[in-house]
């Protein structure tokens, strides 16, 4: 189960300045960043955020929640005093990133006119805009999905009506005429990622988790690596034995491997210590409320690595970066700050590089039971 292989780090002499070869081990950790989204799919959809049951609607789910971009109506002219409207949706995790929103726009010059963001509710909510100022201008009417989170990042419209020139009802579907039109370039900020230090560096995500509720998020690699470090590693309201998710890492020779996000072996509870079970190869981090993991993957090159929630489970497991142990380079890969693991972390990750190819998951099982004193054979 366990791949034995580790790669020792010495600390870089400060006399004489670095060498090359120090300074090429120094830069070996390196951040997974998502793969940058696609144009939203927008499509007629009957599922909402939580994949429940709902009156058709226009919706960013159908490309995943990460997706980004936008959709257009033809342009019309302004010929009412009030524009209405229903929506949902997220505006990212807590709200107020100002990227999703339903808007009203100046068909000419592009300039935004009116917009209400998406109100952070799976349900449809009322909107409307007073646009009497705004008679017999030509206009058209945009969607954006701009957050590219995994969760908490999607926009939905209901109906439509502004008047006898642009009255909707998408749950009839999608009238012709509307259009897809690009994202807006994304960049990310601060509030976006946070660097968790400590032996082994992460760049996670602010949002709870890059595990979608939904569907599954999809990391392009294109770089093998000696070692892959996830970080989070918990679950709220978690079962010993239960699986709240998988892992899937596809590489380029089209072989796949999969990690189960597993209670009581690669997940435990939202505790700020982690449990003392020796069923679980989870390391405490430099946040004291995420641990993380060790996969040693095959010696090929990494095409994507997956992130699904294991369907019919009531929690979403928590993962929130992924850190790379590799010398080769790629467009979704970032350098991280130079570090000089211990030796006694180095000796951690040697017991307990999780193989990939190789999981026994009978005998892990068996000993999460032992563990945590449950009947074996679940």
């Known amino acids: ?37 696609a144009v939203a799919a927008w499509a ?7 994949n429940r049951a709902v009156t058709p609607y226009l919706s960013s789910l159908a490309a995943g929640e990460q997706a ?3 959709i257009a109506s033809p342009p019309f002219k302004v010929a009412a005093s009030v524009i209405a409207f229903t929506i949902c949706g997220h505006d990212g995790q ?12 100046d068909a000419e010059t592009g300039a935004t006119l009116r917009q209400t963001f998406a109100p952070g509710s799976d349900a449809m909510q009322p909107g409307s805009w007073d646009v009497g100022a705004l008679r017999g201008r030509n206009v058209r009417i945009e969607a954006r999905d701009g957050v590219a989170a995994p969760v908490y990042a999607w926009l939905g419209v209901g109906m439509i009506d502004a008047g006898p020139d642009m009255k909707v009802d998408f749950s ?5 005429g509307w259009r897809a039109v690009a994202a807006r370039e994304e960049k990310r900020s601060e509030r976006d990622v946070a660097l968790v230090a400590g032996d082994v560096p992460f760049l996670a995500t602010r949002a709870y988790t890059m595990v979608p509720p939904t569907g599954a998020a999809e990391i392009q690699v294109g770089a093998a690596a000696r070692r892959l470090y996830f970080l989070g590693a918990t679950v709220a309201r978690g079962t010993p034995l239960e699986t709240y998710g998988r892992i899937e890492i596809a590489y380029r020779d089209g072989a796949v491997d999969k990690v189960p996000l597993l209670y009581g072996f690669t997940l435990d509870g939202e505790y700020k210590l982690a449990s003392p079970s020796g069923a679980a190869y989870l ?10 993991f060790v996969v040693a993957p095959r010696a090929a090159v990494i095409e994507t690595i997956r992130l699904a929630r294991e369907p019919g489970r009531g929690e979403t ?23 000089a693991p211990s030796a006694e972390n180095e000796a951690w990750c040697e017991a307990h590089a999780i193989s990939a190819g190789a999981i026994d998951l009978e005998a ?6 032992r563990a945590h004193r449950l009947p074996s054979g679940r």
């Open 94 to 105: 807590g709200g107020g990133q100002g990227k999703n929103c339903i808007a009203l726009v």
């Open 317 to 339: 497991p928590r993962i929130t970066a992924i850190t790379c142990e590799t010398a080769q380079a790629s467009d979704t890969l970032e350098a991280l700050p130079d570090r």
């Open 68 to 70: 980004t971009g936008g």
């Open 1 to 37: 189960m366990l791949q034995r292989a580790c790669l020792f780090f010495a600390a870089a002499s400060l006399s004489g300045g670095l060498m090359a070869a120090d300074a090429a081990a120094a830069k070996i950790y390196k951040a997974l960043r998502p793969s940058p989204p």
């Open 283 to 292: 390391r405490p981090s430099a946040d004291p409320f995420q641990y993380y």
């Open 172 to 176: 009839q579907g999608l009238p012709e």
């Open 44 to 50: 007629i959809m009957d599922r909402d955020g939580a």
């Open 364 to 369: 892990i099982k068996a000993a999460i039971a």
